[in-house]
T-cell receptor, first 113, second 114 residues
């Protein structure tokens, strides 16, 4: 049973560029959340998707957007990259009725130069 | 706004010794509390959770945590640490059922001396 898979694992971008990160949830899961983990910090909630709609959003600017597809996979898009966007981006999946019981992927490490 | 404080950035214990990792939260109502562990190169794994009921909760890998409302704490404990427990531990709080917006602490890195 595959867990949460994320791609790419590492990527380097320059300021002003755009990036798309991808996530496949654990088999049977219907909800995807995205978190940003800066170096030395705990994860910070970006947003959550369920039934292809953004259901909750954390304190992140509109440059951060996402999408959930009919097969429950998800994308995180970040436009106009800033140096401060350098972080590990974590995708977590769950069942909608299992609040807080998140299964995390290993993350995508984004470096913005 | 809810917040989580993990006072210890780094803790070192000897293998076989007991362990307690501290977590304090700030939230007005009854919180939903979690402990996650992050091993190098891996995603976070849920150790245990508290929603309501018995204030002492058991988790995986021999861990337990106790919710103390009077102290706004949810400390994680293990009676005998194994070398494989070396990792970073995160305490998190959720505001309500159905919310996926968890607020995490900054984490405590655990090192284990053989």
């Amino acid at each position: 049973d595959a867990g949460v898979t994320q791609s790419p694992t590492h990527l380097i971008k320059t300021r002003g560029q755009q990036v798309t990160l991808r996530c496949s949830p654990k088999s049977g899961h219907d909800t995807v959340s995205w978190y940003q983990q800066a170096l030395g910090q705990g994860p910070q909630f970006i947003f959550q998707y369920y039934e292809e709609e953004e259901r909750q959003r954390g304190n992140f600017p509109d440059r951060f957007s996402g999408h959930q597809f009919p097969n429950y996979s998800s994308e995180l898009n970040v436009n106009a990259l800033l140096l401060g966007d350098s972080a590990l981006y974590l995708c977590a999946s769950s069942l909608i009725q299992r609040t807080g019981e998140l299964f995390f992927g290993e993350g995508s490490r984004l470096t913005v130069l | 706004a809810q917040s989580v404080t993990q006072p210890d950035i780094h803790i070192t214990v000897s293998e076989g010794a007991s362990l307690e990792l501290r977590c304090n939260y700030s939230y007005g109502a009854t919180p939903y509390l979690f402990w996650y562990v992050q091993s190098p190169g891996q995603g976070l794994q849920l150790l245990l959770k508290y929603f309501s009921g018995d204030t002492l909760v058991q988790g995986i890998k021999g861990f337990e945590a106790e919710f103390k409302r009077s102290q706004s704490s949810f400390n994680l404990r293990k009676p005998s640490v194994h070398w494989s427990d070396a990792a970073e531990y995160f305490c998190a709080v959720g505001e309500r059922a159905g919310s996926y917006q968890l607020t995490f602490g900054k984490g405590t890195k655990l090192s284990v001396i053989p």
